[in-house]
């Protein structure tokens, strides 16, 4: 791949214009565990870090060059602010979103007898596939659609691939953070293929976030609101978010301590001002800061889909909300968190395409990950053929009237969890019983570990593909070891 000299100093590199590029149709490449471990040594996750920090350095207050360090100088950068410009590549990029919003009312819902999600999404995705390269044309930059590229390639059928990724599934009729992650490497596309202006303070980036992907969520959410989108792949109540998690790491380094350019993101501290982050657990507050700030923006959506406490509901994120050390130390725990639960995670990234601007190749620098219990508990193709619903019958017989698991006081457990990770992988209902979460009392809201614990033993681990050659050093000091990311 060619790239740009120019690019080099900071960021995602660009490519170089002036050579011909052979642009592929992207492909599924993700079908085991062990796709994934080689996944987290491509050049695809190396590209799709280095743009998900470019972009959350520059959501954090900045100073100006000439202004002293006094947080009463700094710019802050709400998400209704008026700070922000947007470039005519932005507004552009702003209509298609508008445009794919148009397409909702275009589409009636279907008033018919249904279980989940409402089939007329399914209507709804059809119209942007039909329409997708048209779209595309009509509102991308020209240097994007013009890129000098091989006669027999086109970059428009390589973006439309992420494109048409970033809205949810047509087929299970659900939403989650694999399309969000699409979304993401459609945005990395374009600025790889030179659609946005030049930037080193971050103004760019800024642009991008507040002007695409914070509109990018709200037509989501109106989706999800409209044809009822079930959460894809979601932990359930023990998720971070049934859909998204982008906005939790731009919203905490909204709140995070002003820096200058040249300065490294930091891990503790936050904005003069801020509110605390148990505020979330209040929904007037919540409210009242929604509209400036994209965490609380994820928070409110929670609580105009979700009924009852925010600790039970949401217990994740209650955990977090017990974080003393600031709201930059939340948003370097939302970092390793999303390396975690998101790219490191075969549910998510199996649907993940690769093709010439996200490639399968080995990033050279790379460091091969270690073993984890949770990479040795990916699928694998072996384990769905050699463990079927007959054999699970034998070893454990189903009894007839049963009693729902947690109806007795004793039960017995099998020896090993290879079977149901086995009927996951197969897609075929698990006969074998998992370890009851204890339950708490309703009237005892405590901030627990558990869940937090299990994301920091996974995140103390350093993730692979790191190559701090020519990007900022911060992305590789911030997934090194460290004690759990909210640790109090």
């Known amino acids: 791949m060619a790239r740009n000299s120019e690019s080099k100093s900071f960021g995602l590199e660009k490519l170089d214009n002036s050579i011909q590029h052979k642009f592929i149709v992207p492909v599924k490449k993700i079908n085991t565990g062990q796709d994934v471990t080689t996944f987290l040594v491509s050049r695809a996750y190396y590209d799709l870090m280095t743009f998900l920090m470019q972009l959350n350095k520059a959501m954090f207050p900045h100073y100006s060059d000439n202004s002293t360090s006094d947080q ?3 710019q802050v950068f709400e998400t ?20 794919l919003g148009e397409i909702i009312d275009e589409v009636p819902l279907d008033t018919g007898p249904r279980r989940f999600g409402n089939v007329s999404f399914r209507k709804w995705h059809a119209h942007i596939e039909s329409r997708g390269e048209t779209l595309l044309r009509q509102f991308l930059p020209s240097q994007v659609c013009s890129f000098n590229h091989e006669p027999d390639s086109d970059p428009i059928s390589e973006l439309r691939a992420y494109f048409l990724g970033s809205f949810g599934s047509p ?45 990018y969520l709200a037509l989501i959410r109106r989706l999800i609101l409209t044809y009822t989108l079930e959460p894809a792949g979601s932990h359930g109540v023990w998720g971070l978010d049934d859909h998204s998690f982008i906005p939790y790491v731009f919203g905490s380094a909204q709140y995070g301590p002003p820096i200058r350019d040249s300065d490294r993101v930091p891990t503790e501290g936050s904005l003069v001002g801020a509110p605390d982050p148990a505020s979330v657990t209040k929904a007037a507050l919540v409210e009242k800061a929604r509209n400036s700030n994209m965490y609380f923006g994820a928070i409110g959506f929670i609580y105009d889909v979700k009924k009852g406490p925010f600790w039970e509901h949401s217990p994740t994120l209650y955990d977090i909300s017990g974080v003393r050390a600031g709201w930059a ?47 040795s508990s990916q699928p694998t193709r072996e384990s769905a053929a050699s463990v079927s619903i007959s054999s699970a019958s034998m070893r454990y017989p189903v009894q007839e009237g049963t009693q729902a698991p947690l109806a007795s006081s004793r039960m017995n457990y099998p020896e090993t969890i290879g079977g149901m990770q086995a009927s996951r992988a197969s897609g075929q209902p698990t006969l074998i019983a998992a370890s009851p979460r204890p339950v708490e009392p309703s009237s005892t809201p ?43």
């Open 72 to 74: 009463k100088t700094a």
């Open 80 to 99: 209704n602010t008026s700070a922000v410009t947007f470039s005519q590549t932005i507004l552009q990029l702003q209509e298609l979103i508008r445009t």
């Open 171 to 215: 087929q299970r009729l659900d939403y989650g953070t694999g399309h969000e992650l699409s979304f993401l490497a459609f945005l990395a596309c374009i600025w790889k293929l030179g659609g946005f202006p030049s930037s080193r303070s971050g103004s760019v980036e800024r642009e991008i976030v507040l002007g695409l992907i914070e509109p």
């Open 329 to 375: 130390k939340i948003n370097k725990g939302m970092i390793k968190m999303y390396n975690v639960e998101v790219l490191s995670k075969f549910p998510v990234v199996q649907h993940f395409p690769f093709g010439s601007l996200f490639s399968w190749e080995r990033d050279t620098n790379a460091v091969e990950p270690p073993t984890s219990a949770h990479s």
């Open 446 to 488: 405590v901030r627990r570990a558990g869940p937090i614990e299990t994301v920091a033993n996974h995140a103390n681990m350093r993730p692979s593909g790191v190559n701090t050659s020519n990007t900022d050093s911060h992305m590789a000091s911030i997934l090194q070891p460290t004690k759990a990311p909210w640790a109090k």
